[in-house]
């Protein structure tokens, strides 16, 4: 089964990169080391694996301060992300949009701005403008929140190279701000994407419409 075979060799390469890690320092040294003495004692042993760190893993570990997670292995988070081209419109947003993600847990149900779609007014967009959007989670879940139809630009510190997503996942009690450009006409799905969320009413019709700028 594809799926044993891709775990064995996880396994493996697993156990090899374990064994793998201090032979790098151990070639870097021994030159140096054997004409002195003839043996390994326990500080060469730890001075090997300092310069482990030292050399391989300082500016990669300085990166990730604060953020790693078990064994040492870094956490990715939204902050990693980067556009590989910068973004077209560098417009700033003319008004900002709040939509705080509320609801139940207890009663399971969810709404944005403490109403459900079906009691709520759609988000009106003039076609062309930029708005800012800001997500409050005011729930203890994650939202994974997404917008049919155009770009969602994540701000996550990288100025033009803020990464372009359809999805952004709104973690609890966190806020998350995206810049839009409405780009297209149209009806548009706003929701999280936690279907049995959207279900209950976590859920808002986008219209973007062609209108002159004193309405
Ligand atoms: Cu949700």
Wanted: charged fraction near 25%; glycine fraction near 12%; hydrophobic fraction near 35%.
């Amino acid at each position: 089964m594809p799926g044993m075979g891709g775990m064995n060799r996880m396994g493996r390469m697993a156990g090899m990169s374990r064994a793998a890690v201090p032979s790098p320092a151990g070639q870097d040294k021994p030159p140096m080391k054997s004409p002195m003495s003839g043996r390994m004692g326990k500080g060469e042993t730890r001075g090997a694996q300092m310069r482990v760190h030292a050399v391989g893993a300082a500016s990669r570990v300085r990166k990730m301060a604060g953020r790693s997670g078990p064994g040492g292995y870094k956490k990715l988070t939204y902050a990693d992300l980067r556009g590989l081209r910068p973004n077209v419109d560098r417009r700033k947003p003319s008004r900002v949009i709040v939509l705080r993600l509320t609801g139940n847990m207890e009663r399971y149900f969810w709404t944005i701005n403490n109403r459900k779609y079906s009691d709520a007014k759609a988000i009106k967009l003039r076609f062309g403008e930029r708005v800012r959007i800001r997500f409050v989670n005011e729930t203890m879940m994650a939202h994974p929140m997404h917008l049919h139809g155009m770009w969602s630009e994540l701000r996550n510190g990288n100025g033009r190279f803020n990464p372009k997503k359809h999805t952004i996942s709104v973690g609890p009690g966190q806020i998350i701000e995206i810049d839009v450009t409405a780009d297209a006409v149209g009806q548009w799905a706003f929701h999280c994407h936690l279907l049995f969320h959207m279900e209950t009413g976590m859920f808002r019709k986008v219209v973007v419409a062609q209108v002159a700028k004193s309405e």
